[in-house]
């Protein structure tokens, strides 16, 4: 599978439809993620603004991995896009 992710990333870029179909998943998946914060009390533009923020840092943390063809732990990878996200965020 990880020696298949850069081609599936030139599949998908060369192909506006799959483009498209990634766009919607993560649309989906911001809009789990800001109802699921919703449901546990949180307000409605601080979920929202979390869910962004969340997919954000799993969207940089994917990219940095693949670029690795995986070698790099994806966790740790994370946890430092989620850092360096946060980090931006109170900069603005």
């Not at 601080?46 to 969207?59: D, F, I, N, S």
Request: aromatic residues 4%; contains cysteine; hydrophobic residues 45%.
């Amino acid at each position: 599978m990880i020696r298949r992710l850069p081609r599936r990333s030139a599949v998908i870029a060369a192909n506006p439809e799959l483009r498209e179909r990634e766009a919607l998943k993560e649309l989906g998946l911001i809009g789990s993620m800001t109802d699921a914060l919703k449901r546990r009390g949180v307000p409605d533009l601080t979920a929202r603004v979390a869910a962004e923020l969340g997919a954000l840092a799993w969207k940089i943390a994917y990219e940095r991995w693949k670029d690795t063809t995986g070698k790099d732990d994806f966790s740790e990878l994370a946890r430092q896009a989620l850092v360096q996200v946060q980090a931006a965020s109170t900069m603005c």
